[in-house]
C-alpha cells in the first residue's frame, strides 16, 4: 500500500490539506496527517484540522511520498522547519515524490529540489525567487519526474487526482474521479 505524509502548520489553506488527505484515502492510500507540534492545527480561514500524530513521532518512517499543503503563513512555517528541509531533501535522495500547492511550492524551491525542474505555484508566491536553475510554468498541475507542483486552491482536486495517478496508475485515478462527478 502507498503511504503519503501530510505536514500540516498553523495557517495551512485548509481546502487544500482535506482535498489531498480526503482524495488519497479514497484511493485506499495511507494518508499519515502529521503536525508540526502538539495538537490541532488552525488553518487560514479559522477551521481547526486534528493531526493524526505530530512530525516528530513519524520523522524516521518510510513514505512514498510526501505532499505540501499550501496557504499562509502556514507555508512559511513549513519552510522554516529545517526537519521538512530534511525530509523533503531525503524523499528526493530516495527516489520518493515531493509534492507541494499554492505557496509551498517555495519549501521545495528553498529545499533545493527545483534546481532544473518546471514547476508552478500560486502566482507570486515565488516567481521572483525563481532562478535560472528552474522554470516556473502556469500549467495548474506540474509533474516533473518526481516532483509535483500546483498553483492553489481551484487546483486542489486536479493536484491530489494526480498524486494519486503517480502513486497508482490511471486507472485508480479513473475509479476514485469518476464518483466526484466532476464531468
Not at 70 to 78: D, F, I, T
Amino acid at each position: 500500500m502507498a503511504r503519503v505524509l501530510v505536514p500540516l502548520a498553523n495557517g495551512c489553506e485548509e481546502l487544500e490539506a482535506v482535498t489531498i488527505i480526503d482524495l488519497l484515502r479514497r484511493a485506499g492510500i495511507e494518508v499519515v496527517v502529521a503536525g508540526l507540534g502538539d495538537g490541532p492545527v488552525k488553518a487560514s480561514r479559522g477551521v481547526v484540522l486534528v493531526p493524526d500524530t505530530t512530525l516528530d513521532a513519524v520523522i524516521d518512517d518510510d513514505f512514498d511520498m510526501i505532499a505540501l499543503p499550501g496557504g499562509l503563513p502556514g507555508a512559511n512555517y513549513l519552510d522554516e522547519d529545517p526537519r521538512i528541509h530534511a525530509l523533503l531533501q531525503r524523499m528526493a535522495e530516495n527516489d520518493r515524490y515531493t509534492a507541494a500547492i499554492c505557496a509551498a511550492p517555495k519549501v521545495l524551491l528553498n529545499a533545493g529540489l527545483l534546481d532544473g525542474r518546471n514547476a508552478t505555484a500560486y502566482p507570486g508566491v515565488i516567481d521572483g525567487m525563481v532562478t535560472d536553475k528552474a522554470r516556473l510554468l502556469s500549467d495548474p498541475v506540474v509533474v516533473d519526474g518526481r516532483v509535483v507542483t500546483s498553483r492553489g486552491p481551484g487546483t486542489a482536486m486536479d493536484f491530489a487526482l494526480t498524486l494519486i495517478e503517480r502513486l497508482l496508475g490511471a486507472d485508480k485515478r479513473q475509479e476514485v474521479e469518476a464518483p466526484l462527478m466532476r464531468t
